[in-house]
């Protein structure tokens, strides 16, 4: 049995967007021309089938984001198929911050994580919270929807009511059975038909090496020479993809939260459920220390009492006020969502004293987090849509029954609390379009220094990837946070911050092998 892929990367949930559970909305759109003009684009050695879209000309328009500044939008043009320009088109949207100063150093692209979030949002949202307010000072700083995902041409899959019913509606057969099996795999089918029915053809077009080239036509159009970019959790991917195709045009390259481009999905699945194992007792271990916690004892005890807690809403879920059942996929989920910073530890306390009295309300909160659900029921995005059309394509399909059994026992061992619920059926097994993907080291021979980040007790990138990453970059810098949560940027650590925007402003490397305490 494979785990299940909405868990293999569980780098679903972007990197910069939850460390708080609340945040402003953008609701601004393009309404008039800009006074900000574009620049020439970069152009050099492009060749001819491509020249239509590096050569474009972009059509900007003021549009408002949460913090102040100036902001312009535009759409770019990009190959639906790069290995065959002329085979149609997908739009690019894009969300501009002028440099505060008004003397740009150049354009720093952002990408948050997902694979599927957005980073158009993200920088309209608040592009001084993204990047922190002195790079936001010095850098055009750009937010974009990569190709599949929100704003830009993206995978549409279920409405909202069958979205619901695919992530929450619970098996009737019990798990691990092979009814249970034979009936997620079912879902899964239709989910898949719908995504491929509704996604106007861009399914197999939806890849990281892709995405990847569509950064460099970014970098292009916008009139960079070189990329900037800082590139959290599923990002540092994104990044580490452009590095090796690019190595010639990497400028200033900052991944944060990295995944190991090396190691497999069933590897990547296990190490996140160890990693998620290690900051759920770290979160026990502080949940002990305070007055309301629903827990009591030592660590050991206290995860006994929430695998039984697992287990009880496993076997009778409990019912919430909107109709929905409370079971154990998704109080996990609502687990997952929380333990990626430890800024959520005290709603976490919270949701799992209300599940102890039979209460879901707060559970549903944090798993409706994970997957952008309104309290109306409606989804605020197409993150987890996306989410599984990049894994599919992305990552091997394996099927190696040895392996898998490897897996499991080691979680039994290293992740006993989460792994009941945490392997199921590959929902990629059935996906329209075979994997183009493939698993090896990224060295990038050729390009700048580029700057690696790990947090020690990272649950969703765990840091021993981090340290793999920047060991396979022929250029890598490695900067160690220790602490808790995903991602070491703009989380408290002056030292991370100041090593960070050092190396953007001045193009100082910092030191391979820099802790910050």
Same mark, same amino acid.
């Given at each position: 049995?494979?785990?299940?892929?909405?868990?293999?990367t569980v780098v679903a949930i972007a990197a910069a967007t939850v460390t708080v559970l609340t945040g402003c909305v953008f609701k601004g759109s393009p309404d008039q021309a800009s006074p900000a003009p574009s620049r020439t684009p970069v152009t050099e050695g492009v060749s001819e089938d491509l020249m239509p879209f590096y050569g474009q000309e972009l059509d900007w328009a003021s549009c408002s984001g949460a913090d102040?500044?100036?902001?312009?939008?535009?759409?770019?043009?990009?190959?639906?198929?790069?290995n065959d320009p002329g085979a149609g088109e997908i739009e690019l949207a894009v969300v501009r911050r002028a440099a505060g100063s008004g003397d740009a150093l150049g354009s720093l692209l952002v990408n948050p994580g997902?694979?599927?979030?957005?980073?158009?949002?993200?920088?309209?949202d608040s592009a001084q919270f993204a990047v922190g307010s002195?790079?936001?000072?010095?850098?055009?700083? /750009?937010?974009?929807? &990569? $190709? %599949?995902?929100?704003?830009?041409?993206?995978?549409?899959?279920?409405?909202?009511?069958?979205?619901?019913?695919?992530?929450?509606? /619970?098996?009737?057969? &019990? $798990? %691990?059975?092979p009814e249970w099996e034979a009936e997620l795999t079912a879902r899964n089918e239709q989910f898949a038909a719908a995504c491929d029915e509704n996604s106007d053809g861009i399914l197999p077009f939806i890849t990281t090496e892709f995405a990847a080239r569509d950064m460099d036509l970014l970098r292009a159009v916008l009139g960079d020479e070189k990329l900037n970019y800082l590139g959290y959790s599923y990002g540092t991917f994104l990044g580490a993809t452009y590095a090796k195709l690019y190595p010639e045009n990497v400028g200033r390259l900052v991944l944060d939260g990295a995944i190991d481009p090396s190691v497999s999905s069933l590897d990547v699945s296990a190490t996140q459920a160890v990693g998620f194992e290690s900051a759920l007792r770290a979160f026990m271990a502080a949940c002990l220390e305070e007055e309301d916690c629903p827990f009591r004892g030592s660590v050991d005890d206290a995860m006994t009492d929430l695998g039984t807690l697992l287990a009880s809403v496993d076997a009778s879920p409990l019912p919430a006020s909107d109709g929905r059942r409370l079971g154990a996929d998704s109080?996990?989920?609502?687990?997952?969502?929380?333990?990626?910073?430890?800024?959520?530890?005290?709603?976490?306390?919270?949701?799992?004293?209300?599940?102890?009295?039979?209460?879901?309300?707060?559970?549903?909160?944090?798993?409706?987090f994970y997957y952008a659900r309104t309290a109306d029921g409606r989804y605020e995005d197409n993150s987890s849509e996306a989410f599984r059309a990049y894994n599919c394509m992305d990552y091997p399909v394996e099927n190696d029954p040895e392996a898998e059994a490897a897996s499991k026992a080691r979680l039994a061992v290293e992740a006993p609390t989460v792994a009941p619920y945490w392997e199921g059926v590959d929902a990629c097994a059935v996906w329209p379009y075979p994997p183009t993907g493939t698993r090896g080291e990224i060295t990038a021979d050729g390009a700048a220094p580029i700057v690696v980040v790990g947090t020690t007790n990272d649950p969703a990138t765990p840091y021993e990837w981090s340290e793999s990453l920047a060991d396979q970059?022929?250029?890598?810098?490695?900067?160690?946070?220790?602490?808790?949560?995903?991602?070491?940027?703009?989380?408290?650590?002056?030292?991370?911050?100041?090593?960070?925007?050092?190396?953007?402003?001045?193009d100082t490397v910092p030191e391979d092998g820099l802790v910050c305490r």
């Open positions: 049995m494979k785990a299940p892929r909405r868990l293999v102040s500044g100036t902001y312009d939008c535009t759409t770019v043009r990009a190959p639906r198929d790069w997902g694979p599927g979030a957005s980073g158009y949002d993200l920088i309209a002195v790079l936001a000072d010095a850098y055009d700083v /750009i937010g974009f929807d &990569p $190709r %599949g995902v929100g704003r830009s041409s993206a995978v549409a899959c279920f409405d909202a009511a069958g979205t619901d019913a695919y992530f929450f509606d /619970i098996p009737a057969a &019990p $798990r %691990g059975t109080l996990m989920t609502a687990i997952i969502a929380a333990l990626y910073s430890q800024d959520n530890w005290p709603i976490l306390r919270q949701a799992l004293a209300q599940t102890l009295t039979g209460d879901p309300a707060t559970a549903f909160l944090l798993a409706d970059l022929a250029s890598g810098v490695l900067i160690t946070r220790e602490g808790e949560g995903h991602t070491g940027f703009q989380k408290g650590n002056s030292c991370v911050d100041d090593a960070v925007e050092a190396f953007f402003i001045d």
